[in-house]
């Protein structure tokens, strides 16, 4: 069974850094790719940085140059370090295992997600 427990969220002043970090279990997760999505209140979830297996990363324009994705395969962790926070990256943040392609997620149980809220 999938468990994804996220955590490392907060309230932060527009500006500040954060560091999110996912614990995966049941999963072979250094055969996995990983991404963070993050969901705002009357929107959908969209994704925000994939890493591959082999370290390759992607990321959404709106975060570009601000977050930096990263994994350490021995502790089956997935982290999200957000730098220079805007308000507008105000939401729940989630993680989950991606199909290799890194556009989609691969299992639709998700964790319980960690809020962010930057303030202006």
């Known amino acids: 069974q999938v468990q994804l427990v996220e955590s490392g969220g907060g309230l932060v002043q527009a500006g500040g850094s954060l560091r999110l970090s996912c614990v995966a279990s049941?999963?072979?997760?250094?055969?996995?790719?990983m991404g963070w999505f993050r969901q705002a209140p009357g929107k959908q979830r969209e994704l925000v940085a994939s890493?591959?297996?082999?370290?390759?990363?992607n990321y959404a324009d709106s975060v570009k140059g601000r977050f930096a994705i990263s994994r350490d395969n021995a502790k089956m962790t997935v982290y999200l370090q957000m730098n220079s926070l805007k308000p507008e990256d105000t939401a729940v943040y989630y993680c989950?295992?991606?199909?290799?392609?890194?556009?989609?997620?691969?299992?639709?149980?998700w964790g319980q997600g960690t809020q962010v809220t930057v303030s202006s």
């Open positions: 049941g999963i072979i997760f250094g055969a996995n790719a």
């Open positions: 989950n295992a991606m199909f290799p392609s890194l556009t989609a997620p691969k299992y639709s149980s």
């Open positions: 890493i591959a297996s082999g370290g390759y990363t």
